[in-house]
């Protein structure tokens, strides 16, 4: 079985808590997960379990996850990411010009079978005026928002009656999205997207965009940032932050964002694992007793968050 490292958002960020020194370090120190890895081929309360948790175990199966592309312009990331993973795909664009482009695009590589029939979908809208749902399911005893009332961005909101539901597992935001426009839609129209890809800018690319900053204490966390080498040698990327390194000729860094909103309930999760339906394999695997290194549980404290840069 693949963990993908650089989807998993305990391993990265090197200066927090919670951090892993490697994937290895990760399955011997809470050997559950390594278990769960062997048992998820055969047993599909466990496979659940894993898709449920990318932050352990890296995104998995993206041909049933839907990824929407915000400031999407000419969807080539978006057709390449289909093409790579079998992805469903959203792109949302205010400019007619770019979203009959676009149509046009897709109409063709449709014809020519490079992309599924109705696998990308082309969305004329402003990003503000979209909710941003995600599809995937939680096991039954996590709940989205602790406990918490609804958010005035939940659709059940009347403030939010007006607005256009687009489904969303990953959310991106381009470079070119302003930082106001980006804070309202990870705080609001994208507050229960589970995971969010920025694509933002350092240094000398600044010239270009503007550089958006994620708060402190809301929704998400800042947990690792994919660079051009050129920010590395330049200081300009927080070290402990890099992941990956993109082409030297690219202008954006590629940073992750996981929801924390519902980490409490998660961590409550794993505490009983071994005592939820379907679980009877895992617990045979590894005896009666669910064993979790701290640096998970401070992983999923919501009271003591990472350091956002």
């Not at 990760?26 to 659940?48: D, F, G, Q, W």
């Not at 969010?196 to 000398?204: A, F, L, S, T, Y």
């Amino acid at each position: 079985a693949v963990v993908s490292t650089q989807s998993t958002g305990i391993l990265q960020n090197r200066a927090a808590a919670y951090h892993h020194s490697s994937l290895a370090d990760l399955l011997n120190s809470s050997p559950i997960l390594r278990e769960a890895l062997m048992l998820a081929p055969t047993c599909p309360e466990v496979k659940h379990f894993i898709s449920a948790f990318p932050e352990l175990f890296g995104y998995r199966d993206l041909a049933e996850k839907t990824v929407t592309f915000v400031g999407a312009g000419f969807p080539l990331t978006g057709i390449v990411l289909h093409i790579l993973t079998g992805a469903n795909i959203n792109l949302v664009d205010y400019s007619v010009t770019a979203v009959e482009s676009a149509k046009k695009f897709l109409s063709l590589t449709e014809r020519l079978g490079i992309t599924g029939q109705g696998a990308i979908k082309v969305i004329l809208a402003d990003a503000l005026d979209v909710v941003y749902l995600p599809t995937s399911k939680l096991p039954g005893s996590i709940k989205r928002h602790d406990g918490r009332t609804c958010p005035d961005t939940c659709p059940m909101n009347p403030k939010m009656g007006s607005k256009m539901i687009v489904p969303t597992d990953i959310l991106d935001i381009a470079s070119a999205i302003c930082p106001e426009t980006t804070g309202r839609l990870v705080e609001e129209n994208g507050c229960l997207v589970p995971a969010i890809r920025k694509r933002n800018v350092r240094g000398v690319s600044e010239v270009i965009y503007e550089r958006f900053n994620l708060k402190e204490g809301g929704h998400f966390r800042v947990v690792g940032e994919v660079t051009p080498p050129q920010n590395v040698l330049s200081g300009a990327t927080p070290v402990h932050l890099i992941t990956d390194l993109t082409a030297p000729h690219n202008v954006n860094s590629c940073q992750l964002f996981l929801n924390t909103d519902n980490f409490g309930s998660k961590w409550k999760y794993l505490e009983s694992i071994l005592d939820q339906p379907g679980m009877c394999q895992l617990r045979k695997a590894v005896g009666d007793i669910a064993k979790w290194d701290k640096r998970v549980k401070e992983f999923y404290s919501i009271d003591k968050p990472a350091k956002s840069w």
